[in-house]
């Protein structure tokens, strides 16, 4: 089987290869072929030699092909994962910055962050669509790209119910709770709503009962995990869920932005500065690089979203939370479970259909889903919450405005700015029209620019 990887020289590929290394089912459905795809060669250099090190000594490791044609990786491909980075990190350093310069959240995919990340990658990502129409049209399309829910939506009016978005938030959530309960992860079930970056956990079901009573009842369990201690116990009892860390940004925005100004720098530019020394490092292919990626992936992990630990106190990540082993997981769980019609539920981002009352049918979100050789199926998710519906349908707004003005798409009466506006103006933590215009305006996104260093 081959598996083609879109930003194949990407940091976190040696993830998604570990997890295939670790792949014992059966041969039939195992990933024989590794095909990497990148516009910089330097970076698939720097990957290819940590990718080596890891598959030394593994007589079934797949074969790893690295390339710089797009049409050539994806011909011949069962599966696409879909992890590109439109403007590198330089393009993520540009798109945070501006929003903070307006005193307004500036992060890669949530708030005016998001959607100008969105207007420089949909494009691409189309695209890509296209080419994967042409070229290898049976081929299933995992995407990793963020914005992923938006990305998934623009993807899928090309390619349809093929394209399946994934996200490691979701089910990190899930298994921080269930070890909280003392539970098995692996055991529980979860109730989970929402768009990506955008959800809440509703219940954790146990041998049959719903244990989040239980959890919500004692602020000693509540606040002995991530969430528990971004959101305190207080806010999390008077929800009566559990959030999406990136919710953080909604309900303690201005704690967030506060913190994130005084930063000394945003996390764009610091995962560009750190990364810029790994590639350079590892790119001559040299004995090592495998070593110096694991000391670079461990110091990324450890700050992830540091800026909102910092608001909320300064606390550590777990060491349970740092093994990296999320979305590359999740992805092999979902290729698997295609390929060898292993069914199996799973939180992915799908077309709605009738999931989510409240929502229309083609609109991507983020629930539990039935996948099998199929593809993924959406469980009903039942009536949810007013106010966690009014963030959804706001969101949505801003996701569809934002592909109309990147792809004009679904294109009303007017011009790309005019929905580029939109998206940003009605975005519910851009709180001026005025910000909104001068962010679009200062940003060149309709241009859909990459800013150099």
């Known amino acids: 089987m081959r598996l083609t990887v879109l930003g194949g020289g990407g940091f976190r590929m040696p ?15 195992r990933c024989t072929e590794l095909v990497l795809y990148d516009t910089d060669r330097t970076r698939l250099d720097a990957i290819g030699a940590v990718l080596a090190e890891q598959a030394a000594g593994r007589t079934t490791a797949p074969a790893v092909r690295a390339t ?15 992890a590109i980075r439109v403007g590198g990190l330089q393009g993520r350093a540009h798109d945070e910055r501006i929003p903070l310069a307006e005193g307004v959240l500036g992060q890669e995919t949530v708030g005016a962050g998001g959607v100008l990340y969105g207007l420089r990658t949909l494009p691409v990502a189309v695209r890509i669509a296209e080419r994967i129409a042409a070229v290898a049209p049976d081929a299933w399309v995992i995407n990793f790209t963020n914005p992923a829910g938006m990305v998934t939506e623009a993807m899928q009016r090309v390619l349809g119910d093929r394209v399946i978005g994934i996200c490691d938030s979701p089910v990190g959530l899930c298994r921080r709770a269930a070890r909280a309960l003392g539970a098995d992860p692996d055991r529980a079930s979860y109730d989970y709503v929402g768009l990506n970056h955008l959800g809440w956990l509703r219940r954790v079901v146990v041998d049959g009962r719903d244990r989040m009573p239980e959890l919500l009842a004692d602020p000693g369990l509540l606040e ?68 110096t990626w694991e000391r670079t992936r461990l110091e990324r992990e450890a700050t992830y979203m540091a800026e909102s630990r910092e608001a909320t106190g300064g606390w550590q990540r777990d ?135």
């Open 68 to 82: 710089t044609d797009l049409d050539e990786a994806l011909r011949g491909a069962d599966f696409v994962f879909s």
């Open 224 to 291: 002995s995990f991530e969430e528990g201690k971004l959101f305190g116990a207080d806010w999390l009892r008077a929800l009566g869920a559990l959030p999406n860390e990136y919710l953080h940004y909604y309900y303690f925005n201005r704690e967030a932005v506060a913190s994130i100004r005084q930063a000394p720098a945003t996390r764009g530019e610091f995962l560009r500065e750190q990364q810029a020394r790994f590639y350079a490092s590892a790119a001559d292919g040299g004995a090592g690089a495998l070593e």
């Open 319 to 453: 060491t349970c939370d740092l093994d990296g082993g999320g979305y590359d997981r999740i992805a092999l769980a979902l290729m698997r479970a295609i390929a060898r019609n292993e069914r199996t539920t799973l939180i992915l981002n799908v077309r709605n259909r009738t999931a989510v009352p409240g929502l229309d049918a083609d609109a991507v979100v983020e629930v539990p889903c039935l996948v099998d050789a199929g593809g993924a199926r959406p469980l009903a998710a039942g009536a949810v919450a007013p106010d966690q519906l009014g963030l959804m349908l706001s969101l949505k707004a801003v996701e569809r405005s934002t592909i109309e003005a990147a792809t004009g798409a679904g294109a009303r009466a007017g011009s790309a700015r005019g929905a580029a506006l939109r998206a940003l103006a009605l975005h519910p933590l851009v709180d001026s029209v005025s910000v909104a215009a001068r962010i679009l305006d200062t940003s060149g996104a309709l241009g859909h620019e990459v800013p150099r260093s």
């Open 15 to 29: 993830l998604v290869y570990r997890a295939l290394l670790d792949d014992t089912g059966d041969a039939a459905g």
